[in-house]
């Protein structure tokens, strides 16, 4: 279960301590979960986890930039983005090819493939 504060809020587990923040959702198990939203309902809520990444660190992508074309890019390493505010929930991916790097939503990745090798980086 993901729970969400709304205000910073220290918690502690069995197995250790837990600071959370205002639109940084931490994992708690099921048991955990319902004894917070129990003892503290006002100053946390449940909040629906994201759909597993689409790619892993090391994956080959295509970035779909309307602005320099297409190009090949290696993932880095992804954050999630949570419901709060934004326009886009989902994945950020960090992608680098070469000297350049970006911060590119899921949405505008494809997953690299023989049709689209071709495209220069």
């Known amino acids: 279960m993901w ?23 931490v994992e708690f198990s099921e048991a955990e979960g319902q004894r ?6 006002e100053k946390v809520t449940v909040v ?3 759909a597993d ?8 992508v295509m970035v779909r930039s309307q602005i320099v074309g297409p190009w090949t890019a290696s993932v ?9 505010g ?3 929930v989902g994945w950020w991916y960090c992608v680098e090819a070469e000297a350049r790097w970006a911060f590119v ?14 495209v220069s980086q």
């Open 48 to 50: 629906h986890p994201l």
């Open 86 to 88: 934004t326009t886009q």
């Open 36 to 41: 917070l939203l129990q003892r503290v309902p």
């Open 105 to 118: 939503h899921e949405s505008l990745l494809d997953r690299l493939t023989d049709k689209n090798m071709a």
């Open 76 to 84: 880095a390493f992804m954050l999630p983005q949570f419901p709060g």
């Open 3 to 25: 729970i969400e504060a709304s205000e910073p809020l220290r918690v502690r587990r069995l197995v250790d301590v837990v600071n959370l923040r205002p639109g940084l959702p």
């Open 53 to 60: 990444p689409l790619f892993t660190a090391g994956s080959m």
